[in-house]
């Protein structure tokens, strides 16, 4: 069934087209093999009660009759009206008479045990896309809308050429019975392939949208916002990776104020304006952060609001303080001796509070450990509240360090001039740029091409050989 | 500062207060006066506490020797803490910190006090901290 659902979703993704190559070639082995041909019967013909009785009926006339084929590939769908009557043109001659006996079984099902007999037989193929089944066997000059009007009317009973004779003889009744039972028969395959067209497109829509979601948190922004499907995002990440969204925006728009401002050599008082919005600006993030905290601490300290690169040098739920400071030193040239005394001051303390805040977290990590290991299991609801409690101390360490992130900011703007400071802003919002940039273009990266290393090139061979076998097993007809 | 309040030989080398024989009737934020008074740095701290450890790791890491009360062994810690956690201002009620006396506050203050640099002078001048 895997290997089908494979070949089935490969033969998807090469589009419908696809389906009309294999379908025709599919037709005579399952007019050969029946039994076989509902497994194979893949690339969304949609198995219906018309072809079962077929299937039975052929299968003894296949013994007969080689020319079974012909039917089926002749058979014109006719208009959705209901046949009441069962005079058929000759094209349904192969029939046999031995569908009078099937059509006495046929007559004593309702509609709904029709319904449950296809839907039982299905069973097994359900879980497989069943296209329209307007597109399955149908000769290329005759794509008809209605196929299964026409392969339930076209039941073995109703005429041929061999089968006239017997048709003819038998009593009005039970055909007038058989003809309604094929048209309910009908109508459930209709609502039935409806239904699953449904199932289909709301599959695929959600395929989409996990890609797009993933996509978009690899870009460290969330489209959309709570709610989202999976469930593995708490309302509270998701509000405030929304909030973080805007925030992001507003900081290239205060970039770029900034890189104006500089350009255009406006006076300091000016330049102190934009400076001081930029760092409330910075303040407000902090504050939003403050507030996510609360609701979901996790989503904080493990980074999901970032982008990948900004994780991977995450410090108790954002950047590391004493990190920026050492890259600043380098690009903030020139300093007065005294401002480079002030920022190696800064870069001391703020490492010492790091490290303080840090110790402070193995100790809460560590209690936790011995609380959630010495649960006993009479004890075992204490224990999770004890640790509950604990847990409850996490959101006291990322504010903590939030506040540490936002003191080394107002610390900056204190020890620099405001055309030092402008500059130095906008050489920190370039640089957390440059890194979301970064986890971009990583989670972007072409991984098809056979140019790249080995670990890619296995995943591209791999790719390959799925949709190649997939596609052989479709050779075969 | 001496106060023969505390009268424990030894008492200056300790970093733990154990109060039980004394301060009976007293007012909590008259005893906590009185035990800030007492030391250079003084902070108020819980044993189960992991701000506090941290607290106590960042004054080590800088040198200084704060004498630390632990609140849940005191016999009247909850007045204690109630006091505090009024003069902290905040959500709890330690770490609470007092340099030379004066109340610096909790954990945040402490360390924006050090970020913008006022913790060492402040340290220097009540004599926890030589150069």
Same mark, same amino acid.
């Given at each position: 069934?895997?290997?089908?659902?494979?070949?089935?979703? $490969?033969?998807?993704?090469?589009?419908?087209?696809?389906?009309?190559?294999? !379908?025709?070639?599919?037709?005579?082995?399952?007019?050969?093999?029946?039994?076989?041909?509902? !497994?194979?019967?893949?690339?969304?013909?949609?198995?219906?009660?018309?072809?079962?009785? +077929?299937? !039975?009926?052929?299968?003894?006339?296949?013994?007969? %009759?080689?020319?079974?084929?012909?039917?089926?590939?002749?058979?014109?769908?006719?208009?959705?009206?209901?046949?009441?009557?069962?005079?058929?043109?000759?094209?349904?001659?192969?029939?046999?008479?031995?569908?009078?006996?099937?059509?006495?079984?046929?007559?004593?099902? #309702?509609? #709904?045990?029709?319904?449950?007999?296809?839907?039982?037989?299905?069973?097994?193929?359900?879980?497989?896309?069943?296209?329209?089944?307007?597109?399955?066997?149908?000769? =290329?000059?005759?794509?008809?809308?209605?196929?299964?009007?026409?392969?339930?009317?076209?039941?073995?009973?109703?005429?041929?050429?061999?089968?006239?004779?017997?048709?003819?003889?038998?009593? +009005?009744?039970?055909?007038?019975?058989?003809?309604?039972?094929? +048209?309910?028969?009908?109508?459930?395959?209709?609502?039935?392939?409806?239904?699953?067209?449904?199932?289909?497109?709301?599959?695929?829509?959600?395929?989409?949208? /996990?890609?797009?979601?993933?996509?978009?948190?690899?870009?460290?922004?969330?489209?959309?916002?709570?709610?989202?499907?999976?469930?593995?995002?708490?309302?509270?990440?998701?509000?405030?990776?929304? /909030?973080?969204?805007?925030?992001?925006?507003?900081?290239?728009?205060?970039?770029?104020?900034?890189?104006?401002?500089?350009?255009?050599?406006?006076?300091?008082?000016?330049?102190?304006?934009?400076?001081?919005?930029?760092?409330?600006?910075?303040?407000?993030?902090?504050?939003?952060?403050?507030?996510?905290?609360?609701?979901?601490?996790?989503?904080?300290?493990?980074?999901?609001?970032?982008?990948?690169? /900004?994780?991977?040098?995450?410090?108790?739920?954002?950047?590391?303080?004493?990190?920026? !400071?050492?890259?600043?030193?380098?690009?903030?040239?020139?300093?007065?001796?005294?401002?480079?005394?002030?920022?190696?001051?800064?870069?001391?303390?703020?490492?010492?509070?790091?490290?303080?805040?840090?110790?402070?977290?193995?100790?809460?990590?560590?209690?936790?450990?011995?609380?959630?290991?010495?649960?006993?299991?009479?004890? %075992?609801?204490?224990?999770?509240?004890?640790?509950?409690?604990?847990?409850?101390?996490?959101?006291?360490?990322?504010?903590?360090?939030?506040?540490?992130?936002?003191?080394?900011?107002?610390?900056?703007?204190?020890?620099?001039?405001?055309?030092?400071?402008?500059?130095?802003?906008?050489?920190?919002?370039?640089?957390?740029?440059?890194?979301?940039?970064?986890?971009?273009?990583?989670?972007?990266?072409?991984?098809?091409?056979?140019?790249?290393?080995?670990?890619?090139?296995?995943?591209?061979?791999?790719?390959?050989?799925?949709?190649?076998?997939?596609?052989?097993?479709?050779?075969?007809? | 500062?001496?106060?023969?309040?505390?009268?424990? $030989?030894?008492?200056?080398?300790?970093?733990?207060?154990?109060?039980?024989?004394?301060?009976?009737?007293?007012?909590?934020?008259?005893?906590?006066?009185?035990?800030?008074?007492?030391?250079?740095?003084?902070?108020? #701290?819980?044993?189960?506490?992991?701000?506090?450890?941290?607290?106590?790791?960042?004054?080590?890491?800088?040198?200084?020797? =704060?004498?630390?009360?632990?609140?849940?062994?005191?016999?009247?810690? %909850?007045?204690? /803490?109630?006091?505090?956690?009024?003069?902290?201002?905040?959500?709890?009620?330690?770490?609470?910190?007092?340099?030379?006396?004066?109340?610096?506050?909790?954990?945040?203050?402490?360390?924006?006090?050090?970020?913008?640099?006022?913790?060492?002078?402040?340290?220097?001048?009540?004599? $926890?901290?030589?150069?």
């Amino acid at each position: 069934m895997a290997s089908q659902r494979l070949g089935e979703a $490969a033969l998807s993704e090469s589009g419908p087209s696809h389906h009309h190559h294999h !379908i025709p070639y599919s037709l005579p082995h399952m007019l050969h093999h029946p039994n076989t041909s509902f !497994i194979r019967n893949q690339e969304g013909s949609a198995f219906d009660f018309g072809e079962l009785e +077929e299937a !039975i009926v052929l299968q003894g006339v296949k013994i007969n %009759n080689d020319e079974t084929k012909q039917p089926l590939y002749t058979t014109v769908r006719p208009a959705a009206t209901l046949e009441m009557f069962p005079s058929w043109p000759m094209r349904f001659q192969q029939h046999t008479p031995r569908g009078s006996s099937k059509s006495g079984e046929e007559s004593t099902d #309702s509609g #709904s045990a029709v319904n449950t007999l296809s839907t039982t037989r299905l069973e097994p193929d359900s879980p497989i896309s069943r296209k329209t089944s307007s597109d399955h066997r149908l000769p =290329p000059p005759q794509p008809p809308p209605q196929m299964d009007t026409g392969s339930g009317v076209d039941s073995p009973r109703t005429g041929g050429s061999q089968t006239q004779p017997a048709a003819k003889q038998a009593p +009005e009744k039970t055909l007038r019975r058989l003809a309604q039972n094929r +048209e309910a028969a009908r109508k459930s395959r209709l609502r039935k392939k409806a239904y699953v067209q449904q199932l289909e497109s709301s599959r695929i829509r959600l395929t989409q949208l /996990e890609q797009d979601l993933q996509r978009a948190r690899s870009q460290g922004l969330l489209l959309g916002g709570g709610g989202v499907a999976g469930g593995n995002i708490s309302s509270g990440g998701a509000i405030f990776d929304m /909030e973080y969204a805007r925030w992001l925006d507003d900081d290239h728009r205060h970039m770029s104020e900034l890189r104006t401002a500089l350009q255009a050599h406006l006076s300091d008082g000016d330049l102190r304006v934009i400076v001081d919005g930029y760092i409330a600006h910075y303040d407000e993030i902090f504050r939003l952060k403050g507030v996510a905290a609360k609701s979901d601490v996790f989503h904080l300290i493990t980074g999901m609001w970032t982008t990948p690169a /900004e994780r991977c040098f995450l410090w108790m739920g954002g950047f590391r303080p004493s990190d920026l !400071i050492k890259m600043l030193i380098t690009q903030l040239d020139p300093l007065t001796e005294q401002q480079v005394m002030g920022i190696y001051g800064l870069q001391q303390s703020s490492q010492q509070a790091e490290e303080a805040l840090s110790q402070g977290l193995e100790q809460l990590q560590q209690s936790l450990i011995n609380t959630i290991a010495n649960g006993s299991i009479n004890d %075992n609801m204490h224990h999770m509240a004890v640790a509950l409690g604990k847990l409850s101390n996490l959101e006291g360490f990322v504010r903590q360090a939030d506040n540490l992130r936002q003191q080394t900011l107002h610390q900056l703007r204190r020890i620099l001039t405001v055309r030092q400071a402008a500059r130095c802003f906008l050489v920190i919002g370039e640089y957390y740029g440059r890194l979301r940039a970064l986890s971009s273009l990583w989670a972007s990266r072409p991984r098809e091409t056979l140019i790249v290393d080995d670990s890619s090139c296995q995943t591209t061979t791999t790719d390959l050989q799925m949709v190649q076998s997939s596609q052989n097993q479709f050779s075969n007809f | 500062m001496h106060n023969n309040y505390y009268e424990t $030989a030894g008492w200056w080398n300790s970093s733990y207060n154990y109060p039980a024989k004394r301060s009976v009737g007293t007012d909590p934020l008259e005893r906590i006066d009185r035990m800030a008074s007492a030391s250079a740095v003084v902070m108020f #701290s819980m044993s189960t506490c992991c701000m506090c450890h941290a607290l106590k790791r960042l004054f080590c890491g800088m040198g200084v020797n =704060p004498t630390v009360y632990e609140v849940d062994e005191d016999p009247r810690g %909850n007045e204690l /803490e109630r006091a505090l956690k009024r003069l902290s201002g905040g959500p709890s009620a330690v770490p609470l910190v007092f340099i030379g006396g004066k109340l610096v506050g909790a954990m945040d203050s402490v360390m924006a006090s050090h970020i913008s640099g006022a913790l060492v002078p402040l340290l220097k001048e009540a004599g $926890a901290l030589w150069l």
